[in-house]
């Protein structure tokens, strides 16, 4: 590993979830060529089931999909057992994102669109989980 790549690694790993991750990774998927739908600075201080931010794009085979990106960070941006089964934990976030749907008639099919949900962390997932 090179040297900047370290210096990116720690810069991401030290990154807070609130107004850190939170205003970085919306960049990061437009600049993917994702259209970000909210943001989790829009809905902050309001349920946010699992979806800190809800995006539409296409995956690695070219479908189109409804994104939802649930950001750990700063004291759980390491994936681990005890994070995972908590309160507002990963698990939990899952299940609320799966559970509970967006839908925003304004976009054309976008209410139809398959739906992905990913956990995105600036951490390392620990060895007591990664089975699960």
Request: charged residues 35%; without cysteine.
């Given at each position: 590993m090179n040297s900047n790549s370290i210096i990116v690694r720690e810069y991401l790993s030290s990154l807070k979830e609130d107004s850190?991750?939170?205003?970085?990774f919306p960049i990061l998927l437009s600049l993917m060529?994702?259209?970000?739908?909210q943001t989790a600075k829009e809905s902050k201080g309001q349920s946010q089931y699992g979806k800190d931010i809800i995006a539409v794009g296409k995956?690695?085979?070219?479908?189109?999909?409804?994104?939802?990106?649930?950001?750990?960070?700063y004291s759980d941006?390491?994936?681990t057992q005890a994070n995972y089964s908590k309160a507002d934990g990963i698990r939990e976030s899952i299940?609320?994102?799966?559970?509970?749907h967006f839908k925003d008639?304004?976009?054309?099919?976008?209410n139809n669109l398959p739906?992905?949900?990913v956990i995105v962390h600036n951490g390392v997932i620990k060895?007591?989980?990664r089975d699960t």
């Open positions: 850190e991750l939170d205003y970085l060529g994702f259209r970000i739908i995956d690695e085979n070219g479908t189109k999909h409804k994104w939802y990106f649930e950001l750990k960070g941006k390491d994936i299940i609320e994102a799966k559970d509970t008639s304004t976009i054309p099919e976008f739906i992905k949900i060895t007591n989980i």
